[in-house]
């Protein structure tokens, strides 16, 4: 077998590789860079949605609960005849409220 020796400077291959890794750290420094203003734009879109969430809840809260127009049922008022009729009927219970 033979072996295959390079006649390449090792100090060309040294700076060779420092400057592919300068170059990737660059490139990993501009891709966080990107990252992070991403990041900044979706926190400012979401505070935004917090801000209008909190408006109409505010507004909904404010606004009340009108209960105009509605009446409560009125209780049927019975007559004398009809209340002796139920109570024959039904008998008396002391204890309920009427």
């Known amino acids: 077998m033979e072996t295959k020796e390079t006649t390449e400077n090792p100090k060309e291959t040294t700076e060779d590789t420092e400057t592919e890794q300068a170059d990737s750290q660059d490139d990993l420094v501009t ?3 990107k990252a992070a203003e991403r990041l900044e734009q979706a ?3 979401r505070e935004e949605i917090l801000n209008k969430e909190r408006e109409v809840l505010a507004k909904k809260q404010l606004a009340g609960r009108a209960e105009a127009g ?3 049922p009125k209780k049927k008022e019975e007559s004398d005849v009809e209340y002796a009729e139920r109570v024959m009927k039904e008998g008396v219970n ?3 409220d009427e």
């Open 70 to 72: 509605t009446q409560k």
């Open 31 to 33: 891709r966080a860079e």
């Open 94 to 96: 002391v204890f309920k």
């Open 43 to 45: 926190n400012k879109k």
